[in-house]
């Protein structure tokens, strides 16, 4: 059993920046990769990022490539989303995601922070 939980969202003006922080319980999380995603009202969740369980091996979508870093830290059970030059687009709830590849939606999600971008 792993549970998540998502927290670092926010309001901030378009240009800012934010850090959002996933705590996970269980033993096993060294093991998994770790993802997020975000969903915006009328539309599907839609990946951001993901990372390997060793930290190995990054992978983004190309709307956030080059302005958002997945990071994490086995020691802490957390897995961290840095997200600079944020735009109005970005705004969404945002989920933690923990499966056994980077490359497949996981089995395990959080509750979702909210984040908000002002123009």
């Known amino acids: 059993q792993v549970q998540l939980v998502e927290s670092g969202g926010g309001l901030v003006q378009a240009g800012g920046s934010l850090r959002l922080s996933c705590a996970a319980s269980?033993?096993?999380?060294?093991?998994?990769?770790m993802g997020w995603f975000r969903q915006v009202p009328g539309k599907e969740r839609e990946f951001v990022a993901a990372?390997?369980?060793?930290?190995?091996?990054?992978y983004y979508a190309d709307s956030v490539k080059g302005r958002f870093t997945i990071s994490r830290n086995n020691a802490k059970n957390t897995v961290y989303l840095q997200m600079n030059s944020l735009k109005p687009e970005d705004t969404a709830v945002y989920y933690c995601n923990a499966g056994p590849s980077p490359t497949v939606v996981g089995p395990y999600w959080g509750q979702g922070t909210q984040v908000t971008v002002s123009s």
């Open positions: 269980g033993r096993t999380f060294s093991r998994y990769a």
């Open positions: 990372i390997s369980w060793n930290g190995g091996s990054t």
